[in-house]
C-alpha cells in the first residue's frame, strides 16, 4: 500500500487478527509518514506487544481498548492442578469426568489437553513417534506448567457459561417445574426434567430466558443483556505513551455503559498535551447529538438538557400578563365602560329632540356593534379551544357587520331623503324606523349565515404553528386567508359606507351629522388600510399579528363612537339649550316667496323625518 497524504488522519482498526496492525504500522514507517496518523485500535490490539515491536514510535499516541477483567485466582489454582490421561487411567469407567489423585487432576473431560500439554512442555506420549523429532522426551504427566498467565477471556467465558446455565435452569423450572426428592436422599428440591425441554430445549425459549437473565458475575459486575441481546460492555481505555525512552500502555479512561476519559493524562508526541484528533463543531439549537452527529429534533420539539435526546416542546399562547395584550384589552376596558356610559344617556333623553332626530333605532344597533367590538379582544387574547375559535369565527365578523350595516342604512336613507326632496315631492320609501331596522338586520344576517356555513364546512379546532425553531403556538385550525376571507364582506360595507358619506358630503351644513359619517369611514379606511401591511409583513410574528388585529378593531369602534356619539353626548350634558325642536321657532320665510300648498306638504314630510332637514329648506327658499 501507498501513504502519501500530507494531513493528520485519524485511522480506526478493528479486526480480530493483530497482524493487521503490525503491517500498517511498518507502512507508515516505510512511507516516512510517522506522525502523520492518530491510531485507534479495537480491543484486539488491546495491550500487546505484538503489534508495536521494534516499531514503537510509529504507534505512539495511539488509543486502545481493552474489556476491563479481573484474573480468577481460582480458575488459576484449578487449572495448574489439571493432568493430562496417561495411558492405563481408565477415563471412560468414569463417564467423562475428571479424576483426583494425590498428584493432581486428570482431565478426561477435555479430548485436546494431551494435545496442549506435548506442545507446551515439547513432549510426546507416544515415543514411537517422530512428528516431533528424534530428541524429544516421553511425558510423564508429572510436568509442570512454567511461564502460564491466564488468558484474559477466561473471565468472560465463565460468565457466558454461567448465563447459560442460568438460562436453563429457569427454562426447566418454568416449563417442567421441580419436585422434592425422597427423604432417604435428603428431601431437597431440584428440577424435573419434561417433554417440554427433551431431547434439547427449544432455541427461540432459551433466547429469551438468556436475554432476561441477570446476576453478578465473577468479576463482581453486574451480567445482563439490553433488547437487542447485547451484554453491557465495559471497557478500560489505553494510550501507547513514551516515557523515559521507554513506551508502555497507559489507561487513560474507562467505559462502562457512559464515557469517563482522563484528558490530563493524555499525551502526544512532542510531548503537547493540547493536541487531539478530532474538532468540535457545535451543533444548531433545535438538533441533539447521536454518534457524534447532529440530528434536528424537528417542528414542535427541542433538545433535552444534555443533547441526548429529544423533548416535546409546550406549546405558547399570549398571556394576559403580556405587553402585546394588556395594550388593546386597556384600550377595551375603557371603550367598553365609554359605550355603556354613552348607551344609559341615550336612554336617559331618549325622548329628546337630538336623540330623536339622529335615528335611536340604528344609534342602539350601532352602540351594540361598538360593545360587540370591544369584547372581541378579550376573546381573540382568550386560550384556543374548539368553542373560542368557533366563538371567534362568527364573532369577529358579526361585530363589524352590526356597526357598518347601521352606518350604511343611515347613510343610504340619507342620500335617498335628500336626493328625492330635490326632484320629486313623493316621500321615498323604506326610511321608516322599522324598516331601516330590517334593513340593518338583514345586511347582518347575510355575515352570519356565511359564518355559520364556514362552521358547517370546517369544524372548529386547535392546532400548533412552528413559525421558529423552537417555538410551538397553540392557535385556532383556520388559515390566514380563510380569516381574511371571512372579513370581506365587512371591507364591502366599508367602501359602501365610504362611498355614500363621500356623496352626502354637500348636504346642508345644518345637518352635520352626514360629515362626522364621513370623517368616520375615512378614519376606518386608513386604519384597515394600515393593518393588512402590518399583520402579513410580521414575518409570521403571531403576537404581532393578534396584538395588531385587537388594536384595529378596537380603533374602529374608537372612532365610530369618538365621531358620531361623542358631539351629541355633548350637546345632550353641557349644551341643553341646543336641544330643541327647531320647528318650535318662529320660520320667517322671505319676501316675495309665494308657497305652494305642494311644496309646504314636502316640508312638512322631511321635518317628520328629521327636524335637521329644514336647513334644505332655508337654502333652498334662499337660492329662490
Sequence with gaps: MTIESDSYLAVLKFTSDIIPFRKLLQATIRANKTGHFWWIGSDSWGAKVYPV???????????????????????????KSLRPRMDGDDCEKNHGKNIRTEHGEINCRNVWFREFWSQHHKCAFDIN???????????????????????????????????????????????????????????????RLCSKVLPAPPGARLLRHIRNVSFTGRQGTEIRFN?????????????????????DYVKIGAWKEELGLDISLMKWRNDSTDQCCWSCVACREDAYVFNDTCIACGAGRAPG?????????????????????????????????????????????????????SGRELCYVLLTGILSCYLMPFLILAPPTPVT??????????????????????????????????????????????????ICLGIVSVQLLGAVIWLVIEKPATKEIYPYPLTAVL????????????????????????????????????????KYIGFTMYSTCIVWLAFIP????????????????????????????????????????????????QGNTQVVLPRGIQLHTHLLQTVLLCLQENVFLIGMFKQWSSAE
Aim: hydrophobic residues 40%; charged residues 20%.
Design 389 to 438: 375559535c368557533g366563538a371567534l369565527r362568527v364573532g369577529l365578523g358579526i361585530c363589524l357587520s352590526l356597526c357598518y350595516s347601521a352606518i350604511f342604512t343611515k347613510t343610504n336613507r340619507i342620500s335617498r331623503i335628500f336626493n328625492r326632496g330635490v326632484k320629486s315631492i313623493k316621500r321615498p320609501s323604506y326610511t321608516s324606523p322599522r324598516s331601516q331596522i330590517v
Design 129 to 191: 513417534t517422530t512428528a516431533m523429532g528424534p530428541h524429544v522426551k516421553q511425558c510423564t504427566g508429572k510436568e509442570k506448567l512454567h511461564e502460564y498467565e491466564q488468558e484474559g477471556l477466561v473471565p468472560f467465558v465463565v460468565d457466558a457459561v454461567y448465563s447459560m446455565a442460568k438460562a436453563v435452569h429457569n427454562m426447566v423450572e418454568e416449563e417442567c417445574g421441580i419436585e422434592w426428592t425422597d427423604e432417604n436422599e435428603g428431601g431437597e428440591k431440584r428440577l
Design 305 to 357: 438538557p444534555d443533547r441526548s435526546h429529544c423533548l416535546r416542546l409546550p406549546a405558547q399562547v399570549i398571556r394576559w400578563g403580556s405587553p402585546w395584550a394588556v395594550a388593546p384589552l386597556v384600550l377595551s376596558a375603557c371603550g367598553i365602560i365609554a359605550t355603556i356610559f354613552t348607551a344609559a344617556v341615550f336612554v336617559r333623553f331618549n325622548a329628546t329632540p337630538i336623540i330623536m332626530a
Design 534 to 581: 402590518i399583520y402579513f409583513g410580521t414575518n409570521n410574528d403571531y403576537t404581532i399579528q393578534i396584538s395588531s388585529m385587537c388594536m384595529c378593531i378596537d380603533i374602529s369602534a374608537t372612532v365610530a363612537l369618538g365621531c358620531l356619539f361623542t358631539p351629541k353626548v355633548y350637546i345632550v350634558l353641557f349644551q341643553p339649550y341646543k336641544n330643541v325642536r
Design 227 to 247: 433488547k437487542d441481546g447485547d451484554a453491557y460492555g465495559s471497557y478500560n481505555i489505553y494510550q501507547y505513551q513514551r516515557k523515559d525512552d521507554k513506551y
Design 475 to 514: 392557535t385556532c385550525g383556520v388559515s390566514t386567508f380563510s380569516l381574511m376571507m371571512s372579513l370581506v364582506y365587512n371591507m364591502v360595507l366599508i367602501i359602501l359606507c365610504t362611498l355614500y358619506a363621500f356623496k352626502t358630503r354637500k348636504i346642508p351644513e345644518n345637518f352635520n351629522e352626514a
Design 53 to 79: 515491536r521494534d516499531q514503537e514510535w510509529a504507534a505512539e499516541g495511539a488509543i486502545t481498548i481493552l474489556p476491563r477483567r479481573t484474573s480468577l485466582t481460582g480458575f488459576d489454582t484449578y487449572y
